[in-house]
DNA sequence: CTTGTTGCAAATAATTTGCAGGCAT
DNA sequence: ATGCCTGCAAATTATTTGCAACAAG
């Protein structure tokens, strides 16, 4: 049944299913709360099998982004990584903690930032539409810096 | 004497004092808080009189970064705007608050939000180093939208 | 069928780098 | 003098687009 969820979203968007959105949607699915760029969601799918385009990987996050199905951030500490990062909307909105090392993305939602910052745009005269936060650290996990390059 | 702090400021650094430099630290002496694009120096520095490059102002940018003297942000709302924006670092830390309608940006600094994210990253086991907040609204000026692209 | 979709290659946009000549110290 | 700098053009990186062949409904 989680199986058949792909094709019905898909069709509610008014896509067409295809293969590569089959592919896509259900790679972002089967690795919930995990952040990827479109290079590394064609590696991931041209590994497994078939031939998927880099181009139709970046069509397709575009689409699904635009349909709300995938939510699209930008991380970039000084060392500037200039990538757009894709994650599966979960509906839930929340920032970013990012560890400089191995790249692991934590997520957090925090009430008293979130109603500071709506203070403060009202206090400034804005109408706030949304936000980007992303704090940069460094994690401490065993297997840290793993993924560094 | 306001004049000759740019030499003073480049020797410190240890950068040779030359034209470009000159030209790229005034321009943003002249302008304090506010925020450019590395096209939006080269055009304002090209339309004054001499011809420097789109690679010197990048590489001159890059330098003054490093040496602390400017401050690199990336604002990047749901339509991408991917270009590096540069101000003058005035030691101050502080996040933004930019107009999606004509670029305004808006400089603020909220200790509580500051206290909380300490406290989160904390709780999360990081190491906290850094971190970019960005909120995207619309302001209500007289002239809003004139910059609209 | 008929229009949306795809892969490929070429095109963009932002930024970086190689190189030979110039300039600051 | 001599090594840091500069402008120009070519190279990179990330992403987009034109186009003809192809497949979903």
Redesign the pocket.
């Given at each position: 049944m989680s199986q058949n969820s792909s094709p019905a979203e898909l069709?509610e968007i008014?896509?067409?299913?295809?293969?590569?959105?089959i592919k896509v949607l259900e790679f972002f699915q089967q690795n919930p709360s995990s952040h990827y760029?479109?290079?590394e969601v064609y590696m991931a799918l041209s590994k497994d099998d078939?031939?998927?385009?880099?181009?139709?990987v970046?069509?397709?996050l575009?689409q699904f982004e635009q349909a709300g199905i995938l939510l699209r951030s930008h991380f970039e500490s000084s060392k500037?990584?200039?990538?757009?990062i894709y994650e599966l909307n979960e509906g839930k909105h929340h920032d970013h903690l990012v560890c400089l090392d191995c790249g692991h993305v934590e997520e957090f939602v925090d009430p008293a930032i979130e109603k500071r910052q709506n203070e403060i745009a009202k206090s400034l005269g804005f109408k706030l539409q949304e936000h980007a936060l992303a704090m940069y650290g460094h994690c401490q996990k065993k297997n840290c810096r793993s993924k560094k390059k």
């Open positions: 069709r008014g896509l067409k299913v295809t293969a590569p959105r760029s479109a290079e078939s031939d998927i385009g880099i181009a139709t970046y069509r397709v575009t500037g990584d200039s990538r757009a």
